[in-house]
């Protein structure tokens, strides 16, 4: 009992520090764009052999609303690359709602982690198949200054598929973006 008030207490002195340090911060809006390597992992368990490509270049537009400094809420759109299993072509693409929070590093750098919910669409000569699910990732971001930012990231995309393609073909997304702040 008396660890789990000390928890309690010492939780909510974190989030009273996190408030307070936030005080002092205005909201801003910012856009952005990433482009990087795709990876479908269990791509080739798709359909038959040869699997000629489960790797590609993708890449995406992001917009967001920063409410702290430690928190925001991020919207995108990605096109995830082309699986091509046995001969046919399967393109992914994806939006997604992501909460993002942000712990500064040293400096100008600062980490993330990003979490939430997207929407995909993967087309083939068979067909659409799109599905709901979540999203998760973390990056590293270096402040250029006030108004602009680069990052590196992974994202995850789980579970895409169904129907016709199997559950658990999981995308991975490797990217570089720029972070453009409106004030």
């Known amino acids: 009992m008396k ?3 000390i928890r309690a207490l010492l939780g909510l002195a974190m989030t009273a520090i996190a408030f307070a340090a936030s005080a002092q911060f205005e909201p801003s809006l910012y856009v952005g764009a990433s482009y990087g390597k795709s ?9 038959p052999a040869p699997c000629d490509k489960d790797r590609d270049t ?4 992001f917009a967001g609303l920063q409410l702290f400094s430690w928190l925001g809420l991020e919207a995108g759109w990605h096109s995830l690359g082309t699986l091509r299993v046995g001969g046919v072509d399967i393109k992914a693409k994806a939006v997604d709602l992501v909460g993002v929070l942000t712990v500064p ?3 100008r750098f600062a980490a993330y982690l990003k979490g939430g919910v997207y929407h995909s669409d993967m087309k083939s000569d068979f067909g659409d198949v799109r599905k709901d699910a979540g999203t998760f990732g973390w990056g590293l971001q270096y402040n250029a200054g006030a108004t602009g930012a680069i990052r590196a990231e992974y994202q ?3 579970r895409m598929g169904g129907k016709t393609l199997p559950d658990t073909t999981h995308v991975d997304m490797f990217t570089v973006g720029l972070l453009f702040r409106f004030h």
């Open 39 to 47: 990876h479908f992992t269990n791509g080739c368990s798709l359909g």
């Open 105 to 107: 590093v040293q400096g």
């Open 156 to 158: 995850r995309f789980a």
């Open 3 to 5: 660890k789990n008030c």
């Open 58 to 61: 993708g890449g995406g537009f």
